[in-house]
């Protein structure tokens, strides 16, 4: 059952995002409002992960490192840039804009990885 509440509670999350950049967008920049659900993010999901007795698990510094790279790249800057897309072109077109990633990973994944369709 709280997987269900889980999954509405993000989907309620995610669905209010570009209301709410719309709406606070003159007074906050693309990087700092993503560094706010960020930290925001942190702060909700760590105390969650100890409380589920959250295994960890030793690191190389080449793997953290590779980690942190991969979060400030991917997440950081692709919520920086979808913030300003909301920005500069509102939230119901920005929106459906950025689900086009779908369709470029499964074409990315059959071209490249030689994944099959099904």
């Given at each position: ?112 990885l030689g994944e099959f369709m099904s």
């Amino acid at each position: 059952m709280i997987g269900y509440v889980a999954i509405v509670t993000a989907s309620v999350i995610w669905s209010i995002t570009p209301a709410l950049v719309s709406r606070f967008s003159q007074y906050i920049k693309p990087f700092m409002f993503t560094a706010l659900r960020t930290i925001i993010a942190t702060l909700t999901l760590v105390p969650i992960a100890f409380l589920n007795n959250f295994n960890y698990i030793p690191l190389s510094s080449y793997a953290l490192i590779l980690i942190v790279v991969s979060g400030l790249l991917g997440p950081g800057i692709g919520d920086a840039c979808y913030t300003k897309a909301i920005q500069r072109i509102g939230g119901s077109l920005s929106v459906v804009i950025s689900y086009v990633y779908i369709f470029i990973a499964q074409f990315m994944a059959v071209v490249f990885l030689g994944e099959f369709m099904s």
